[in-house]
């Protein structure tokens, strides 16, 4: 008889679950709806959402001068040697008047020219680049209208999403991009558009206020706060304060001249609001902000104390003939985020601390173009460049004592133009160092600091010089590489170019499935080595007008067993170029219509 009462309380707890279930399913149901939510939990193209709904914020007031903050005594009434303070565009929206860097055309070519605010009024000699060398200055987005800006009331309700197959399309500040569910971050709020059955169609990241994702901006305070326009000559402005910048220039057209920026001291509260948004930077722009600086020295000993800061669609620096000193860590010299734009000229450049690259950007990125200067970082995984941007370098020297030379993250680019790059990586200091060492690393980090997208590296004469490791080391991304006649000197014992995935334990993609997929250009080049592809990898190489490969080419194992049967090396040779073999080499497949020097070694294609 007990069993009989047992079975039957089963069957009906049976169904009770069963009920509560199809309670649960009909609440569920978003079918043909909108939907507001804050990211809690991602797990592949699954997110949970804390529901909620969207506050639409007022936009920020220009704000005013710091606490205790005067107005520089010495700003003139007039520009020196007569030129008058820049004006606003009129609201047709021609930037004619800016106070920043041109981009001019003539015949091929494209001229920068640096307006110069200096005694007499002179200007620089026109720089010219090559149309493929520099990027366009940033455009303000159609109608002129930023996108509204939003924060998140949440509700008592959390449900999860699969986001696969939906159109992602991301809002920022000046711009709404198309974006990917892997630039997805816990604290991003989406507004969800869902079809049938809760299919979700399409999913769009609403403007926080920040240009990167999932992130309030924190700037922190200033001691010194420039919001009106003008010219303002030999002035020093100096800061000791935690989360504090020596001086900030907030929406206004701004030019300095011999100005020091002395950032001395002051705590940081937060390593993300000191990348991300210029917090405790010695001299931050922002908010639109057009700054021209020129013959200033800046400085800073703080923690997350970057020298120069550019953050913010629609914000420029362009900064000439000056020198910037920086010494705690987390404290590059250009910092350039959120879509903004950063032009140097010959400037002198020093970085000690650890992850204090001497010109570098972080999430959100933006433009930066450099002409000219020496750039040395001093510090561990402190490399000369470190880009999640566009970043343009020419005639300049790039040296890393103790990191990496380049390093591009993601979707973004560096381009040298007949540069000096040195680098040097610690065999036990280097944030990665347990990985691979490398001379130039190209990767996709999956930290949401730079999209999943093609990688570019390009470098036409001038000379790379690697003293530990791989000269070039390319994982979890795709990537454009073109070297055109520059002298590669690789000092180490490591590979030329090292293609493979990576064991993940930096999460850099899942361990396996973490190849890299690169197509190499080489142009007038001369280069020698081992090259290298993984079986989770692949590698088309392209030797031509007049190349010289010098070295081996083979397909290896994947070091974590991964083999999804995608690997490829492919070759090319033109008329001109020839291959030099210096051992046994196993490629997918062959293209000759140069010269192949066998030297007693044998190349075996397809098996």
Known sequence: MNNSKNKLAAVLLALLLVCAACSAEEKADFSNSK??????????????????????????????????????????????GGLEPPAKPEESGQNESKPTMQLQNSGSAQALIIPQVAEGGKQPDMLTLDNESVNSLPEAPAGGKPNSLYSFKAGQESATFDLDGAEVSVEEPMQTRAGSL???????????????????????????????????VEQGTSANLLAEDGI?????????????????????????????????????????????YGQNAALLATNGAMLTIDKSKITSNAPNGNGVFSYGDGTVVSISDSSIVTSGNNSGGLQTT????????????????????????????GTVNVIGGNYISRGYNSPAVYSTADITVMNANLNAENSEALVIEGRNSIKLLDCTVSGRMSLDKGASSDENLHNVMIYQSMSGDAEVGTSEFSAQGGSITGQSGDLFYVTNTHCLLTLDDVALDNQAEGQLLRVCGNSARHGWGKAGSNGAQVEFLAKHQQMQGEITVDSISSLDLQLTEGSVFTGTLNIVPNAQGGNDGSVALNVVI?????????????????????????????ISTNG
Not at 249 to 265: N, P
Not at 266 to 271: E, F, I, K, N, V
Not at 578 to 602: A, M, R
Request: with cysteine; hydrophobic share 30%.
């Open 35 to 80: 939907v507001v939510g804050l990211i809690t939990e991602i797990d592949g193209s699954k997110v949970t959402l804390q529901l909620g709904e969207l506050v639409e914020q007022e936009p920020p007031a220009k704000p005013e001068g710091a606490a205790g903050s005067e107005p520089p005594a010495n700003k003139p009434d007039s520009a020196p």
């Open 574 to 602: 033109d008329a001109d170029s020839v291959w030099n073999l210096t051992g046994d080499c196993v490629i997918s497949s062959l293209e000759n219509k140069g010269t192949i020097n066998y030297n007693g070694y044998k």
């Open 232 to 276: 303002v000559t030999g002035q020093t402005y100096t800061s000791s304060g935690d989360d504090e910048n020596a001086l900030r220039v907030d929406s206004a057209f701004v030019s300095l001249v011999e100005a020091e920026v002395q950032k001395t001291d002051g705590a940081s509260s937060s390593t993300e609001s000191g990348d991300f």
């Open 338 to 365: 959120g879509g903004a734009t950063m032009n140097a000229v010959n400037l002198s450049i020093e970085t000690a601390g650890n992850s204090s690259a001497a010109i570098r950007s972080d999430r959100g990125g």
């Open 182 to 216: 892997a630039e997805l971050a816990a604290g991003d709020i989406l507004e969800l558009e869902i079809g049938e059955k809760n299919r979700v169609l399409t999913v769009t990241v609403k403007n926080s206020g920040s240009t990167s994702m999932g992130g309030t």
